[in-house]
């Protein structure tokens, strides 16, 4: 006998295939360099700093004892802003939020640590990335789950518009002939279906004691 081939497992593997997951994964940490790119670099023009890519990359300029550390600390929460929204347009799935913030967050750690040669040090670096961390878990699960929860809407809602002189008229001609049919057994329908001539949902029987008297 052959063998029965066994159904396909439900899950976020099969639902979400390795390739999809890391061009998934490279599309987020694509966007949240880009919007780090040019958030710092409009920072350092208004600020008349000179911009280098130890802004981004480094740690050493993210600190709790000048105000430019509070600044660019700042720059990387709205970076954050910017991956929930990506997290809503890619991802769209509430239960997978954490994951991709968490390796999001993991992968710029590694990236640092190999740009720099070492691992940070200033406690602001790391209090800022877990606020960052934060704000993409809340922010990506509120708004996936807001998409998830919208009516779902089927598309025809115009075509039944325009065409409704044309299904009246079908429907016209349906109770038409349905009317003929009921007067031809012994009795009469309204024109609504399921209704009477006065809309108030009886009908009219006729006929009935001649159909007795046969």
């Given at each position: 006998m052959p063998r029965r081939r066994r159904p396909p497992r439900s899950g976020a593997i099969a639902e979400l295939p390795p390739l999809r997951i890391l061009t998934q994964i490279a599309a987020l940490q694509g966007i949240y360099y880009a919007v780090a790119l040019v958030l710092m670099l409009f920072t350092s023009l208004v600020m008349g700093l000179q911009f280098?890519?130890?802004l981004v990359f480094g740690w050493a300029s993210l600190r709790g004892d000048i105000t430019q550390g509070w600044l660019i600390g700042f720059v990387w929460l709205c970076c954050a802003g910017a991956v929930v929204v990506a997290l809503v347009v890619l991802i769209s799935?509430?239960?997978l939020v954490l994951d991709f913030s968490v390796t999001l967050h993991f992968l710029h750690l590694l990236i640092v640590c190999l740009y720099t040669g070492y691992l940070p040090r200033h406690a602001a670096w790391w209090i800022t990335?877990?606020?960052s961390g934060a704000i993409t878990v809340a922010g990506g699960t509120y708004g996936c789950r807001w998409r998830e929860l919208r009516p779902i809407t089927f598309g025809g809602g115009g075509r039944n518009a325009g065409n409704g002189e044309n299904g009246n008229g079908s429907l016209e001609s349906g109770r038409g002939s349905g009317d003929r049919g009921d007067e031809e057994m012994g009795f009469t329908r309204g024109h609504g279906r399921g209704r009477g001539r006065d809309g108030a949902g009886e009908?009219?029987?006729?006929?009935?004691?001649g159909d007795s008297n046969k």
């Open positions: 280098s890519l130890d799935r509430s239960k990335m877990l606020v009908y009219e029987m006729v006929g009935i004691k």
